[in-house]
Each structure stands twice: as C-alpha cells, then as structure tokens.
C-alpha cells in the first residue's frame, strides 16, 4: 500500500481477490448491467435495517431524521447515477474494510474453480456473492461518500476508485447520515440516465424493499418539449413488505425478485415455501433453498441466511438460532408477532418462543423437500436431485442433530449402491427395502473414503454372489449418518465389515456346514498366525464373506469401523485404540499355500493381513516390508 502526498487523502491497493473479482465481473457480468442497481439498493437497504436495529437501543442515532428511505437519481450533464440512503453509513475504517476486502470464507475455493469460460464463471460470481462491486459493470469510475450514523458532519469518509489496482480514502464534510454511491458512467450506458429506464429496473428488481425508493417526479414540459425533472418526490416501489402479502398476490417473479434480495444470490431459487403460523405463537416465514452450494456451505461457523423481523421491523441478519445447523443453506425471512421489538442475540438463545419457531421452520422446509421427493412430477424429480447434489452431505448431518425429525431426515437420504454402476447417489432406504431378497432382514452397507474403494470392497463378494444389494457410502459424513440411524421402517441397519456376518435365512445349510468344516481343519493355522501377527488383530477366523480374495479385515461388533478411525486421524483426533479381526478364505491359493509353509510363515502371514489393509483403504506401517515381502513372495513363485 501506498500513500499519497496530500495530507487527508490516501491512496490505497486492493486486496488481490478484489482485483480478480472485479476484472472478472466486468468481463462475464456484462450482459446482466441492471444487477448492480439491484445490488445496490440492496445494499442501501440493509444499511437502514442496521441503523433501525442499533436504534432499537440508542434512538439518539436518528437525530432529526427517522424516516428511512432510498434515493435513486441522474445528471445527464455529469453522466452519474446516484443512489443514497440514510442508514447506519460507513466510518473510514469500514469504508476500508468493507470496499476494499473480501472478508468472506470460501474465497479460496470460489477462486481455485474458476474455468477461465466467461458463461460458467458468472454463474459462480453470482454464487459467491455480488454486492458493491457490480457497480463497475457500468461505471469507470465509483465514488461513496458515508457518515456514520452518530459522528459528526466533518467525520464523513469519501472512497473512490475507478475499479483497477488500487482506491483513495479521504475525510469530508455530508450533511446527513448515511451513504451516497454515485456511478460515473461507462461510455455507451447512457440508457441508465433516463427517469423511465430507472424506475422500470427499480419496480422490475426491488418493489419488495420495506422502505420507499424515492426519485423525483417528471412532468412534461410543453414549452421545451420534453420531460422535465420536478422538486417533487415519488416512491417508486410498493415498499411493503412481500411476505405479509397473501400468496395469490405475490407473482413467481416477485417471489425470485426477493430471494436475490434477501440471499444476495444470482440466479434463481430452487424452490420456497411461505406460510402464516398462527395459534400460540403467530409468525410468518417465508423461506427458499437456493439452486447452487454457497463456498463457505461447509464452514459450520459461517453465518447463517435467516433474517428476523419483529411486526416488519427488521431486527438482524442471519439469526442462527431460527434454522438448525443441518438446514443453514436455507435463506430467507421469518416476521415474528411475539417476539418483544428490542430482542438480542443473547434472549434468542434462551427463548421457547425461538425453540418453537425453529422447529417450525425446520418442519416446514423437510415437508417441502418431502414433497420434492415423493412427487411424481419430472420436474420435482430433478429438483430434488439437484437440490440433493447440492445440499445432501449437508443435510445427512441431521440424522445425529435433530432427534425430533430424524425418520424424516432419513427417508430423505439418498446414497449410491450396488444395484446402479455410478457413483451417483439416488438410493433411498424406502428403494432399498422395496427391492430386499425375501428372508433379509437387515439394510447393508458398507463405509469407505472413495466410491471405488467401496464399490470393490471384497467385504462385498459374498453379497455380489447372492445378488445382495449393498449400500455404498463414501461421504465423509457418512459414518455419522450410520453411527446415529441404527433402523429405517423397522430394518436394521447392518455394516458388512463388523461383526460377524449373519445372513440369516439368505444363507444356505451346505454353505454353513462347509464353513464349520473349514473353520475345524484350519484351527491349527488360524492359531498360527494369530501367533505371528501378535498384537495386529483381535482374533483369525475363517471367513463367510470372501468368495475371491484371500484375506479381509472386519471391526468388532462395538468397535469403530477402519474408516471412521482414519477419518478421526485424519482430522487430527484421537481414534479410539480398536485392534481388528483377520478373516481368511480357505479356498484360495494363498492361505492353502500357507498352511504347508515354515521356513517364510511370519512373512507370509503379515503379507495377507497387509493386503487385507489395503484394500479396505488403510496405511502400511511399513510400506518398504511390503514391498520386500512381494518380491520375496515373487522370487519364491519363479522357483528363484
């Protein structure tokens, strides 16, 4: 950062995101220019918003000035574009902080997936967020002069940048509170200088704001032949707010209009619900699922897109505490009557009225998505997989969180399996049990960190060979998911690689016999190398699973699956100290083979428990013993 010689002003360098984001939205946003008059006023909204909730406490900070309002005007002569509004404005350091930073996680990962492809990216701008920085679509230069609400009129800050490397602060003088952003116009956008033109953006895009967009009034002038610009104001747009609206009033597009509002996305929503609750408690919510992931979806700290209203009064942004953890990709508004107006963060936490209001919203948005789920729609088939591709690792989380809606959660879960070659996750457990052999009693599984770990599990072969359908998950989440949904309709759920395997009525007589037998002629071997392997595993045993490979490792009934203990290391957490059980199949080459070696027995023995580890997905101890031991084993087969 550099500073400039005159004593007040300084000039400052963006942070290198805010270069790239701006380069890019000029370039792939162009062909949406009335955006950043939608965002702007977006942004003048929830100013005022601000300084009505920092009012609610210090009412000092309206001065002489309560009536909260947007002003949207033109100079033909200047070629600028002015929208202004007395909210909670901007002191030097916000000015600073807000317009010249992108203080927003996920901001690595919305750069990392950027294609280079101008179509593809705006779509992405619009997921990450547009805000202040659209009003360089159509201007070359953009200047904001704010005063925060409560300091002095020499205490107003003017920031101003023409969009490239760098921007200048400087102290000034304003006469009322709040922010003015004046759009010094590109060359060939002189269509936005026209009152017409304006008011038709402004009633297109934000007839949803609470508060008045003001312009002033034109009246035809018969003298000049023309319309000419009054001294007197009109409001533009309805400015009542959408939810209290009966449904039948609210257009499809006014409906999308206010979620691009309220969610400060791009494109369109997925769908939404809106309803008045009445009874005990009276609200009214109105609440969307939006059609691509957010970058900071996985940051659980992030906050969250649910605005509380108490009587239409806005009281704050992303109130966590309206929508559960495993829903905070919802957006949208809930209009509490109860709610008393001066309401905290601190009284939401220990508020039943709140319990009672999240869980309402928590019902509402599951019904909907039930309603997705189950329809026989087409269209509501696809939305449910987009939705599903978007949001259901996330919402896989609620199984363990919200006991109250966990049957609800779990009919909504979708998983990928052995019945469809993808990896796509489309299976749900009312499929699943729909297409059960007759006799299975129990839902399988099977956990692992890849698809294709999980689709070739050799815990896998004795299913394949029965025609078994099993469950593939290899989410992440997953192994909560199974660690807190233990049954679905009544079928216990069952992971093929603990305990033992009990196929119930699936199994036949001569197959159980045949497995006594072996386990009877190979007790001298299994005590073998349980002697060799020593304090590696928990016990051998002769396998029921394996129909190809030779050697598998299972978890004990109550231990922790190998998969869900490498995730725990992998995130750095103690894993608890679970020692596996080595299952061998006495019908392949290789343990038969082992059952007449002595001179190399312990070389062998670890070589089966270590490809056992493998192909569950694990890590060698010792990756170069390994690989001695397969040379040797090599060399032994070549008769060298």
Known sequence: MSESATANRETLGFQTEVKQLLHLMIHSLYSNKEISLRELISNASDACDKLRFEALNNTALYGDDSELRIRVAFDKEARTVTISDNGVGLSRDEAVAHLGTIAKSGTKEFFSALTGDQAK???????????????????????????????????????????????????????????????????????????????????????????????????????????????????????????????????????????????????DPLCWTHARVEGKQEYTQLLYIPARAPFDLWDRNARHGIKLYVRRVFIMDDAEQLMPMYLRFVRGVVDSADLPLNVSREILQQSKDIDNIRNGCARKVLAMLEGLASSEEAADKEKYAKFWEAFGAVLKEGVGEDFANKDKIAGLLRFASTHGDGEQQ???????????????????????????????????????????????????????????????????????????????????????????KAADEYKDLLEKIKTALGDKIKDVRITHRLTDSPSCLVSDEHDPSGNLARLLKAAGQKAPNAVPILEINPQHPA??????????????????????????????????????????????LSGK
């Open 426 to 516: 489309v299976v749900s457990l009312a499929d699943y049990i729909s297409r059960m052999k007759e006799g299975q009693g129990k839902i399988y599984f099977v956990t692992a960190d890849s698809f294709n770990a999980a689709k070739n599990s050799p815990h896998l072969e004795i299913f394949k060979k029965k025609g078994i359908e099993v469950l593939l998950l290899s989410d992440r989440v997953d192994e909560w998911v199974v660690g807190h949904l233990t049954e679905f309709d009544g079928k216990p759920l069952q992971s093929v690689a603990k305990g033992g395997l009990d196929l119930g009525k699936l199994e036949d007589e001569a197959e159980k016999q045949e497995a006594e």
């Open 121 to 267: 990216d705006a779509h992405l701008i619009g997921q990450f967020g547009v805000g202040f920085y659209s009003s360089f679509i159509v201007a070359d230069k953009v200047t904001v002069i704010s005063r925060r609400a409560g300091v002095e009129a020499g205490q107003a800050v003017k920031w101003e940048s023409a969009g490239e490397g760098e921007y200048s602060v400087e102290m000034v003088d304003k006469v009322g509170r709040g922010t003015d952003v004046i759009l010094h116009l590109r060359e060939g956008e002189d269509d936005f200088l026209s009152s017409w033109k304006l008011k038709s953006i402004i009633r297109k895009y934000s007839d949803h704001i609470t508060l008045p967009i003001v312009m002033k009034k034109e009246e035809w002038d018969k003298d000049k032949g023309e319309q000419v610009v009054t001294e007197e104001d009109e409001t533009v747009n309805q400015a009542s707010a959408l939810w209290v609206r009966g449904k039948s009033d609210i257009s499809d597009e006014q409906y999308k209009e206010f979620y691009k509002h309220v969610a400060h996305d791009f494109e």
């Open 591 to 636: 343990v038969m083979r082992l059952k007449y070696e002595e001179a190399r027995f312990a070389d062998w023995a670890t070589l089966l428990f270590e490809q056992a580890q493998l192909a569950e997905g694990g890590q060698l101890d010792d990756p170069a013993g390994f690989v001695r031991r397969i040379n040797d084993l090599m060399m032994a």
